[in-house]
């Protein structure tokens, strides 16, 4: 397949991102970078000066987003306490980034959300398209309370403040609105906070609520004084998402503790849940676990640093299964009840989750909780489009939406492991340019 300004894909079997059954025998039309037309076979008239492209016995779906990843270019073995993935040289760490982000590419991820790390500058690179690379929606730096999830505390404060990687540490309302606005001018394209505690950092754990009200409810109303600005809120326990949910939140990270009355109220004001499902109960194995019985939570999130290292668990026996039960009940439920979910991956760095294969662990973990494999399609496109902001222009393959397009050898309605295996991805299009064919990127 080679590029052409206009082309029209012929006799394809299209998964159009809303979730529907397989539409058989259609054609998709482009014109440069967008979906000029989309229809039946049936009713088709060739355009004019348009290169016709067959496609029988392929399928055709929308390209798929990761709404939570972060493009760190670090390398590290899981404690996020490395020093080297912190204090290596901003250079390194860039062009890692930039090799990390294409093999997002490869596993057919055409945009993603990085939701704290080097998106700022690898967006514009990647706009350029003299290389190839994921459409990248960026929130920059996320806001940490001093002493908070994310505080690079091993290091000096002011360190922390000027090389921000993580977080910088915003105290207060008025240091809340005022870091908003730096970060904006930073060119972000969302706001992204930490509500609670999240167990991968020593001083703190899923159960700690770390922004006040007052704090989370500023956050949000300086954001949204810029129109489509959105704000996403890493939320564990139960009165972070609550709280969260009041403040004015878009979309809630993790959010594994919420219960029946957050459920509604998100449904309510149209709040997406991106659940990173994976990595809260280690379902792919990614990280070390005890017995084979043990119940599949990430037990390291609950150990706290000593002299040696991880020390014990500072948590019963019996609150760790109630966790790990809660993961999976309360994500199954909200589910049920309607409420909006992304595919997110959560993945940081290799090799811990390594880019495009630790995506694609998401998105066969996502079974568990109840989801078919087209409901996952839904959350891995039109869903995750909606928590970018992106919707009117990706997730699904509709007119004039970018074409950005996966065309597949196998049917991935059928099986999740259908996605999971590169090898059926035969092209992967994006803004209607070919950029990964057979496995290889093209530019």
Known sequence: ???????????????????????????????????????????????????????TDHYVMPGLIDAHLHLSGG?????????????????????????????????????????SWNGLYLKRLFREERI????????????????????TFQFPEEFVQSRHQWAVLAD???????????????????????????????????????????????????????????VCAHAENLESIQQCIEAGVDTIEHGEMLDEECMDKMIEKGIILVPTVNLLTNASGNFELG????????????????????GS?????????????????????ARKKGVKMAMGSDTVYEPMTPYGEYTMQEFKTLELIGMNTSEIIKAATLTAAEALGMEHRIGTIEEEKL?????????????????????????????????????????
């Not at 668990?313 to 993961?327: F, H, P, Q």
């Not at 309605?413 to 064919?437: F, H, M, P, W």
């Open 313 to 333: 668990s500072t948590y019963t026996d019996e609150e760790l299964e109630m966790y790990g039960n809660a993961i999976f009940a309360n994500f199954a439920l």
């Open 172 to 230: 207060g309302p008025e240091e809340c609105r005022k870091w908003v606005r730096r970060i904006l001018r930073q060119g972000a394209d969302q706001i992204k906070f930490w509500a609670s505690g999240g167990g991968n950092w020593a001083t703190d754990s899923p159960f700690d609520t770390h922004y006040s009200f007052e704090e989370m409810k500023m956050i949000c109303d300086e954001a949204h004084r810029i129109e489509g600005t959105m």
């Open 403 to 443: 074409a950005d397009m996966l065309i597949l050898t196998a049917d991935p309605t059928e099986s999740a492991e259908v996605l999971y295996d590169a090898s059926n991805i035969k092209y992967v299009i994006q803004g209607g340019r070919v950029v990964v064919e057979d496995g290889s990127i093209k530019y």
């Open 291 to 310: 017995s084979e019985e043990q119940i599949p939570v990430r037990t390291f999130a609950f150990r706290q640093r000593d002299d040696e290292g991880l």
């Open 75 to 115: 390398r590290g073995e899981g404690t996020y306490l490395d020093g080297d993935i912190i204090s290596e040289p901003d250079v390194m760490r860039a062009m890692r980034s930039v090799g990390d982000a294409r093999q997002l590419l490869k596993r057919g991820i055409t945009s993603c959300r990085d939701i």
């Open 1 to 55: 397949m080679k590029n052409h300004e206009n082309y029209v894909l012929k006799n394809v079997n299209l998964i159009d991102g809303y979730g529907g059954d397989v539409q058989k025998n259609m054609y998709i039309a482009v014109e440069g970078k967008t979906i000029a037309a989309v229809g039946s076979m049936d009713s088709y008239t060739a355009p004019e000066g348009a290169a016709e492209l067959d496609f």
């Open 132 to 151: 190839a690379g994921p459409r990248i929606i960026a929130c920059g730096p996320g806001l940490a309370r001093t002493g908070g999830h994310c505080d």
